[in-house]
């Protein structure tokens, strides 16, 4: 059981927007900074966004991330196939002292 | 280029030991933190430690506390991960990530993971 709640799975056609959830507590998401991680079948994950809605150099605009209270979204616009992977949510959990993840949510583009 | 290399994985029995290694070059390693996360297989990620630049700060997931030790040596451009006691729950893919950090109230807080292995596997079974 994460810490972090995500949806399974998503799904969208190409070209559409698509958005992953992640639910946290007061103790993680809402006190501390959010990054999300997608992660290619048989890969290394990668960082999209880190300090909640902030992209590394060369990570396109189509990814976008914001938080809200003890929630944070991924969004993804003109999704491609090449979008589908795993993606994962993560941030600090000051109760905890640990870092905690989500479960994942598989993006499927269809 | 970033790189981070781990070795060291493989198979161990239960109550057995492994010490991981993750080889860094392209930066300054002595500039930032570094964490290891596993996957294990078909699963998500979890992390496993993490450490500040000079060793001073570290953490565990309380899954690991007490059998795992992580470290560092700035000389060698060198993470560590020594895991002792080992057990069936343990089996994973372990990588080793670049690790921002701060200090919140005093307290070490890793802020994310920018760069990320490809990982090595270990396989604790009898």
């Known amino acids: 059981q994460s810490v972090l709640t995500q949806p399974p799975s998503v799904s969208a056609a190409p070209g559409q927007k698509v958005t992953i959830s992640c639910s946290g507590s007061?103790?993680?998401?809402?006190?501390?900074?959010v990054s999300w991680y997608q992660q290619l079948p048989g890969t290394a994950p990668k960082l999209l966004i880190y300090?909640?809605?902030k992209r590394p150099s060369g990570i396109p605009d189509r990814f976008s991330g914001s938080k809200s209270g003890t929630s944070a979204t991924l969004g993804i616009t003109g999704l491609q196939t090449g979008d589908e992977a795993d993606y994962y949510c993560?941030?600090?959990?000051?109760?905890?002292?640990?870092?905690?993840f989500g479960g994942g949510t598989k993006l499927t583009v269809l | 280029e970033v790189q981070l290399v781990e070795s060291g994985g493989g198979v161990v029995r239960p109550g057995g030991s492994l010490r991981l290694s993750c080889a860094a070059s392209?930066?300054?390693?002595?500039?930032?933190?570094m964490s290891w996360v596993r996957q294990a297989p078909g699963k998500g990620l979890e992390w496993v430690s993490g450490?500040?630049?000079?060793?001073?700060?570290?953490g565990y997931a309380d899954s690991v506390k007490g059998r795992f030790t992580i470290s560092r040596d700035n000389a060698k451009n060198s993470l560590y991960l020594q895991m002792n006691s080992l057990r069936a729950e343990d089996t994973a893919l372990y990588h080793c990530?670049?690790?921002?950090?701060?200090?919140?109230?005093?307290?070490?807080?890793?802020?994310?993971?920018?760069?990320w292995g490809q990982g090595t596997l270990v396989t604790v079974s009898s």
């Open positions: 990530a670049r690790t921002p950090y701060d200090y919140i109230w005093g307290s070490y807080r890793e802020r994310y993971f920018d760069y």
């Open positions: 392209g930066f300054t390693f002595d500039d930032y933190g």
């Open positions: 450490i500040n630049w000079n060793g001073g700060s570290t």
């Open positions: 007061s103790s993680n998401i809402g006190n501390n900074y």
């Open positions: 300090d909640n809605n």
């Open positions: 993560g941030t600090w959990d000051s109760s905890l002292s640990e870092v905690v």
